[in-house]
């Protein structure tokens, strides 16, 4: 069985900063590219980040240089290193895995999501 469990959302004001981690099961994590999404109350669901098996990153231009997204392979974690953050940072924000569940086949998995608030 897959999981994706995201924590360390919560409420920062403008400015703040946030860490969010995203711990895996059930995949092959360190062969998997993995991800963050975030969604606005009204908005569509959006690509903040992702990270491929060899660490290379994509990152939103909403976002760029303020957001860092990193992998631990040997703790099957990926991570979210949110700074400068404004209120319109404010959504939920899903962890994602396009996972290998075998060495031959993957799919693609979320997590329950985190909220993050950006107010004063």
């Known amino acids: 069985q897959v999981r994706l469990v995201e924590s360390g959302g919560g409420l920062v004001q403008p400015g703040g900063s946030l860490r969010l981690s995203c711990a895996t099961s059930?995949?092959?994590?360190?062969?998997?590219?993995m991800g963050w999404y975030r969604q606005a109350p009204g908005q569509q669901r959006e690509l903040v980040a992702t990270i491929t098996m060899v660490g290379k990153t994509i990152y939103a231009d909403s976002v760029m240089g303020r957001v860092t997204i990193s992998r631990d392979n040997a703790k099957n974690t990926v991570f979210l290193q949110m700074n400068s953050l404004k209120p319109e940072d404010t959504a939920i924000y899903y962890c994602?895995?396009?996972?290998?569940?075998?060495?031959?086949?993957?799919?693609?998995?979320w997590g329950q999501g985190t909220q993050v608030t950006v107010s004063s």
């Open positions: 059930g995949i092959i994590f360190s062969a998997s590219t």
């Open positions: 994602y895995s396009q996972g290998f569940v075998t060495p031959f086949i993957k799919g693609d998995y």
